[in-house]
Structures are given as structure tokens and as C-alpha cells.
């Protein structure tokens, strides 16, 4: 799938209004949104990104503020937080940093890195009610009210342990071993079917 | 793999709302650090999957066929891609470790897309002669979003072989022109090459010598008819021996003992393949002959030298302990005798025991064995011409193999020229010296003595020469006999 500058940029005004849909839309919130929106489209505008992540901080922090969740026990909460903050931020972040892009971006959704990631999104908001379910579950007896503090707690915990085993395995350095043959052979056949791009220095 | 600058604001920026939302126990906030984490999540990982993916190709070439000392060669390198995805990132091509960037860039900063070339163009100042190795390309890669950096080196290694300078070739080819190494002697090849006939001495007449060969002179002292008698200059085989053991290598000055002998090789063997005799020259070390060329007149003799002396190893910088270790052993062994091996750890243990082992009493004089056995080689070839062999060492590390060369050649009724480059005269230093230096010096003096005096009682010339010696001023000397 090929997303064009175009399409980018409605896909960014569009998380921006979703996250302005869901917040309590007080006139702070409202310009912060605003002017976070603007920093990003100029960045994208300039290929800038600097700008861009900085308009997207202002953006996301106003929207949070405006945002108001106590529990994630309730479906409500839950799909609000889903919807009105995880997905648009998360678009909004992979739009911002990928400013300096050239102008078709390809994406793949269906691979092991984009699947991995949206679970690990996931499976941090919903670590929540998977823990009440299960000390439910458990401990029927128990009492199912936790409080707010305990609910973040769980959250960065699975958020910690998640994030830390699945960066920690990741990369490793690999020095490639080169062969002026295959470099040869393969311009050979890149020639046959079109001469390769020369960048020149 | 690490995070780059904006990676770690991205975490710092997930942690600390996380813990904001500790403080505020507003659950928004850790909503937000998630979504930043997904993200910075799978940034790494795809990543690490670009990086595990990634087919990197680099093609580097010398565009020069003769690279010299103190001149900029070009150098052309050429990275392909491969890889589906593109690759951004930092492309440095590493200079060796005597070289120095003379013009173009050898780094570029690019995003090389999918299945494309980048070309970089360079020239390299070799700063001494000898082998420089460019080991290969160090890429530093960057992730698409600007969270991570990988340095990366690609292993790619090309040899540049860099000559001596290139003035060193203009004075041999002025000192062909000019200069005539005479070391002659009555040929025995029928074909030689008349180039003037230089009185010998006089004799009494006997009829049928030519009236314009008589001493008129003495016969107005004498009363006595005498003729004169004339040598013919003939052309003579010349091999020129150069040695390139770890002892010459050792640069602890202006100039290496290695570097000059190479410089002289190639000058005498000018001046002699212009003056029509055959020449060749061979590098040798402790155990064999590293290259060779045979004598010869042909056309392109002399770029078959330069050839030849271009696989001599290049020169190191002296290190104290190994420099000092190697000549006090010099100075302690006597001739031909058996020398006191210092017992040291390393490298400097293995340099005394292969020269404690090279003038041991009774042991083979064979290691050094590449020069005896290449000479030879070439008496063998020779069918009984008279040979000349030219023979520039320190002797050091080959001196017993020297000697049993000029023991061969006065059995076999050839010449031997020893140019002996001193040791001392080589050695740099601050001007003082101590009492132990100074007393080294006279030690290290009389043993060069002792050498001179056995080399000359077989038969061979010797020479002591300088780094300040040129090959003309050795050529004048040898002519006029002052050797």
C-alpha cells in the first residue's frame, strides 16, 4: 500500500479531530490543538521534523489534559482511551516521524513488526481489565475495586516488561561481508532490466 | 543498535508520563506513554528487521596503475543496494593509516534508495612507500523515523601499492644519461659492447704489434720499444641484491635504510641497463628471496625492476625495546661466531633466537639462505660469465649470508660489491649522547670494521654509505675507486 502526501496529511487532520472529538473541548484545549495541528503541517510541509514532533507533543499533551479517565474497567473508558487517545496519537506519531519521507511512503500493515507493535498497544490497555478478570477469576472472593494508582501501576509494569523485551532482542550488530563479484553480477542484472538509479556523490 | 537523540525524547517523553500520571492519577496520560511506546516499539523492530535484511555491496578500485609516494592516486568506490527497502545512513570509506585525504570526499550522507548505486570519488596522499590497506566502509545507518542508529562496517579490503617518490625515478632517469658505473673486467662473451678502450698498461713490443700502439715515450727514456696495452670495457652481468629483513624495515629517522637501499637499487640499475649491461635486482630477507628478476637488456627490463621492487615490504616506525634488543645483539657477535641471545618475552625473544640462530658456531649458514641460493642460481644460469653481484644490506640480520656469498663468488671468480647502509648513520636522536651511547657507537664501529676486513679478504668491494649518500655519489666513488 502506497500512502501519498495527500493522504498523510488527511489522515493526520482527521486524527487531530478525533482527538478534539473526545476531549472536553475547553478553548486552552482547543488552541493548544490548534497550534500543535499547525507545527505539524508546517513540518510535513518542509520536510522538517523537528518541527513536526514538537507540534505533535503540544497536540497530544493539550488533548490528554482535556481528557478525563479514572478506570479502565469500564467499556466505556476503555473504547474511549482506544479511540479517543491510543489510535489517533499512535497515527499521529508514525505520520510525524515519517515527515521527512519522500513523497509516496510505502506501508505494509501486515507484517510481524506492525502486528507485534499493535499488540503491544493493545495488550497495555487491555492489561487492565485482563488483571480483573483474572484475580476475578482467581480470587472470586476478592474485592474487584482497584484503585486508580493500582490501574497505572499495572499498566507501566506490562508496558515496562513489554517494551524492554521486545527493544532488548531487537537489532544486534551484523557486519556484512561484501564481494566485488556479487556487486558485479548483480549491476549486470539490474542493467538487463532497467539500469539502477546512480547516486552520484 | 542504539537510540538516537529523538529516540530518547521519545522515551523520556513515555516515562515521564507515565509517571506524570502517577502523580495527577490520571489514567490519559499512561494512554498517551502507550501510544508513544507502541510506536518507538515498532520502530525498533523494524529496524532490526532492515538491518537483518540488508545486502550492502561495495566495489572499490585504484583508477591509478602506478601510485606513488607523495602523490594523490584516485580511488573510485561504488555501493549497491540490493535491499527492497531504502538505506539511510552515513557511508565513509576509512583512509588507511598512512594516508591522508588529498581531494574529494570519501564520506557521503545519503538515503540510497532500492536497488540503486552510490559512487564516491577520492584521491589518497600515500605518505610513505609501501602497502596501504584500505580495510572497508564504515556505515552508520539511520531508521526511517530517526529513533535509531547502527554503525555498521563493511569488510572490503583493497591494497594500494604506493612506489617510491616519484623524483627518485627522474634522478635514475638522469643518472643513466650521465652516469657510468665502470667495474670491468675482460669479457668472455665474444658479443660485448665496445664503448671505449681504457689504457691498461705496457709491455715489451713484440713484431706485429701496431705501429700506433707503441710507447714512444719510454723509448726516448729507454731506448726499449714498449707497446700499449688496452682493456676493453665489456658488458657485465650485474644482479643487484637488495635486503628487506625486519632490520632495514626499521625507520627511525628521515628516511628508512629500506627505503634508501630500494631508491639505490632502482638508480644503479638504471644507470647500468643504460650503460647496456645486463642487470636484474632480487629483495631477499631472513629465510628467502622475496621477488626477483633475472639480468637482462630488454625493453622493459627496468619496468620488470620496479615491479619487482614494488612487493618489498614498506617500513615500520622503531620502537625502542625492539630497535635497541636488535642491535645490541649486532654489536655483541663477533663474525661468523656465535652471538648471546637476550632473553625477552615476545616478539623482540623471537628476533634475537632467528639471529642467534643465523651466526650460531658451527650452525647452517643457510638462513639467509635466499641470497646464497639465489646466487647460485644465477652462476648456474651463468655458463661461466663473469657476474657482478651488488649486494645492499645493513648486515645485520643477513651478515652471515653475505659473507658465504663473497666466499662463493671468489671461488667462482666473480665480483661482490657490499654497499653497507650503517646502521648509526640512519638513526635519528636528539644530538646527546651518554656515555653508553657513545661506547655503543665505537662497539658498533669496530664491528662494522671487522665486517669490512672479512668482506675484503674474500675478494669483495665494500662500501659504507649514509642516508645522505646518493646513488651518483656511490657510482663516482666505486669508478674512482675509492671503496
Known amino acids: 500500500m502506497i500512502l501519498g502526501r495527500g493522504i498523510r496529511l488527511t489522515l493526520l487532520g482527521a486524527a487531530v479531530l478525533d482527538l478534539l472529538i473526545f476531549a472536553n473541548a475547553t478553548p486552552a484545549v482547543v488552541i493548544a490543538v490548534a497550534v500543535g495541528a499547525m507545527m505539524m503541517f508546517m513540518g510535513m510541509g518542509l520536510h522538517y521534523r523537528p518541527a513536526a514532533v514538537t507540534g505533535m507533543f503540544i497536540a497530544t499533551l493539550g488533548a490528554a489534559s482535556a481528557i478525563d479517565l479514572t478506570t479502565l474497567t469500564l467499556l466505556g473508558n476503555l473504547v474511549t482511551a482506544m479511540i479517543g487517545l491510543l489510535l489517533p496519537i499512535a497515527i499521529i506519531t508514525w505520520i510525524v516521524l515519517s ?8 506501508v505494509d500493515i501486515a507484517t510481524r513488526q506492525t502486528l507485534t507493535a499493535a499488540a503491544f498497544g493493545l495488550g497495555c490497555l487491555w492489561s487492565v481489565p485482563l488483571v480483573v478478570m483474572i484475580i476475578g477469576l482467581v480470587h472470586t472472593g476478592a474485592s474487584l475495586s482497584i484503585t486508580t494508582t493500582s490501574e497505572i501501576s499495572i499498566i507501566l509494569i506490562t508496558m515496562t516488561a513489554a517494551g524492554v523485551g521486545l527493544t532488548f532482542g531487537a537489532g544486534g550488530k551484523r557486519p556484512i561481508q561484501t564481494s566485488t563479484t556479487g556487486a558485479s553480477e548483480l549491476k549486470k542484472s539490474t542493467e538487463g532490466e532497467g539500469r539502477p538509479d546512480q547516486v552520484k556523490h | 543498535m542504539r537510540s538516537s537523540n529523538l529516540g530518547t525524547v521519545i522515551l523520556c517523553m513515555s516515562i515521564g508520563l507515565g509517571l506524570a500520571s502517577v502523580l495527577f492519577s490520571n489514567i490519559s496520560w499512561s494512554v498517551v506513554s502507550i501510544a508513544f511506546m507502541t510506536i518507538y516499539v515498532y520502530g525498533a523492530l523494524r529496524f532490526s528487521s532492515e538491518l537483518r535484511r540488508a545486502g550492502i555491496e561495495i566495489s572499490r578500485t585504484s583508477l591509478d596503475d602506478m601510485v606513488f609516494a607523495g602523490e594523490p592516486s584516485a580511488v573510485k568506490v561504488e555501493v549497491l543496494n540490493k535491499d527492497p527497502a531504502p538505506v539511510r545512513g552515513t557511508f565513509e570509506d576509512v583512509v588507511p593509516q598512512d594516508c591522508v585525504l588529498a581531494d574529494g570526499s570519501n564520506v557521503s550522507s545519503k538515503v540510497l ?7 564516491l570519488r577520492y584521491s589518497l596522499l600515500p605518505e610513505k612507500r609501501g602497502q596501504h590497506l584500505i580495510p572497508g566502509m564504515k556505515v552508520e545507518r539511520e531508521d526511517a523515523f530517526g529513533l535509531f542508529k547502527e554503525e555498521q562496517f563493511l569488510e572490503q ?6 612506489q617510491t617518490n616519484r623524483e627518485t625515478f627522474d634522478a635514475a632517469r638522469r643518472m643513466a644519461g650521465r652516469e657510468h658505473l665502470e667495474f670491468s673486467g675482460l669479457a668472455r662473451n665474444p658479443a660485448i659492447v665496445l664503448r671505449e678502450l681504457e689504457f691498461d698498461g705496457i709491455r715489451e713490443y713484440v713484431p706485429g704489434d701496431r705501429a700506433r700502439d707503441i710507447h714512444w715515450k719510454s723509448f726516448t727514456k729507454t731506448g726499449q720499444l714498449m707497446t700499449k696495452t688496452y682493456r676493453k670495457e665489456g658488458s657485465l652481468q650485474t644482479m643487484v641484491f637488495v635486503d628487506c629483513s625486519s632490520s632495514m ?31 636484474g635486482v632480487a629483495a631477499f630477507d631472513e629465510v628467502n628471496v622475496v621477488s626477483k628478476v633475472m639480468p637482462g637488456l630488454g625493453r ?34 663477533p663474525i661468523g661466531l656465535e652471538a648471546k641471545s ?9 628476533f634475537l633466537d632467528r639471529i642467534s640462530s643465523l651466526s650460531r658456531r658451527g650452525g647452517r649458514k643457510s638462513l639467509g639462505v635466499g641470497l646464497e641460493g639465489a646466487i647460485k642460481d644465477i652462476l648456474a644460469r651463468g655458463k661461466g660469465q663473469e657476474k657482478l653481484f651488488i649486494v645492499i644490506s645493513d648486515l645485520v640480520s643477513s651478515r652471515d649470508a653475505i659473507i658465504a656469498g663473497a666466499k662463493l663468488c671468489q671461488r667462482s671468480g666473480n665480483r661482490m660489491l657490499v654497499i653497507h647502509t650503517y646502521d648509526d648513520w640512519y638513526r635519528g636522536g636528539n644530538g ?8 655503543r657507537m665505537y662497539s658498533s664501529l669496530g664491528e662494522s670494521l671487522r665486517i669490512e676486513g672479512a668482506l675484503r679478504a674474500l675478494g669483495a668491494t665494500y662500501i659504507r654509505i649514509g642516508p645522505a649518500d646518493t646513488a651518483s655519489r656511490i657510482v663516482r666513488a666505486i669508478r674512482r675507486g675509492k671503496t
Do not use: C, W
Open chain 1, 99 to 106: 515527515s521527512e519521507e519522500s513523497e509516496d511512503l510505502p
Open chain 2, 113 to 119: 534508495p532500492p536497488r540503486s548505486m552510490l559512487t
Open chain 2, 157 to 162: 579490503p583493497t591494497l594500494i601499492n604506493a
Open chain 2, 249 to 279: 624495515r626499521v625507520k627511525d629517522s628521515s628516511i628508512a635504510k629500506i627505503d634508501h637501499a630500494l631508491d639505490l637499487s632502482m638508480q644503479i640499475t638504471n644507470v647500468l641497463l643504460a650503460s647496456l649491461h645486463p642487470a
Open chain 2, 300 to 333: 622493459h627490463q627496468f619496468e620488470s625492476v620496479v615491479r619487482t621492487l614494488k612487493e618489498v615490504p614498506g617500513s615500520s616506525e622503531a620502537t625502542y625495546g625492539g630497535y635497541e634488543l636488535a642491535n645490541k645483539t649486532q654489536s655483541q657477535a
Open chain 2, 342 to 350: 637476550n632473553r625477552s618475552s615476545g616478539e623482540g625473544a623471537d
Open chain 2, 432 to 439: 646527546t649522547s651518554d656515555e653508553h651511547e657513545v661506547e
